[in-house]
């Protein structure tokens, strides 16, 4: 069964949490990217399960979403998972160069700018047609023949500490996942897309030893909040 991940900026499109769900379906993916005014939005994503991921800006710019939702959808485009398919959830028209130059690499990107319930064998609208170039146009071009494979931009990864600072300010500001697999996917966004299951593990057992929570048979339990962490 085909793959769909689907990449939301959630500074200017906020899909109904059960359109986000009805895309995934039982297998997909869904990464939210939001900055500090969109917090208080996070929390019926939240309630969508462990195949939701949050990304946060790191560095709040001009354009600083953009340039981490590229970042992440240039890492998972390159899995090259058979069938996979990506949908950007977004107004800006500034991912669609990104978008055509993936696409004339055969990769099925494209970009909505409202998200409806998804409808089984009926593809959504990318952009506007004249926008886009097709594939082809840009593969035979010359600038499309000088463009690498796109692939996943180097940055410093977070250190454990300042993952565990952040995940202590999710507790008060985004919400508390319920179980402990959903606890550890909230972890390993906030150190990014590629997998660190050593540094997961430290994050958890830091917020152990501070008393922040209990883990007991897969669930998590929280200090009350009048309890300061």
Known sequence: MSKTYLLIDLQNRHPPPEDVASWMGSNGEAWIFYGEHEIGLLAPYMELGDRVSLVDISRPGKNSLDFHLVLYLGYLVGRHEPGARF??????????P????????????????????ALIDVKPTLV??????????????PVGKAIAPLAPKSRRSKSVDQVLSLMLRDFAEAG?????????RRIQSRFGPEPVPEKVASVKAALVMKGAIKI???TVEYRDRGDQI
């Open 87 to 96: 949908v950007i959830v977004a107004a800006d028209g500034d991912y669609d």
């Open 128 to 141: 506007r047609p004249a926008l886009l170039p097709q594939p082809a146009e840009v593969a035979h071009s």
């Open 98 to 117: 990104a978008i055509v130059h993936a696409r004339s690499k055969g990769r099925q990107v494209e970009r909505m700018e409202v998200l409806g319930p």
């Open 176 to 184: 508390k996942p319920r179980s402990l697999s959903a606890l550890e």
């Open 216 to 218: 007991a048979d897969e």
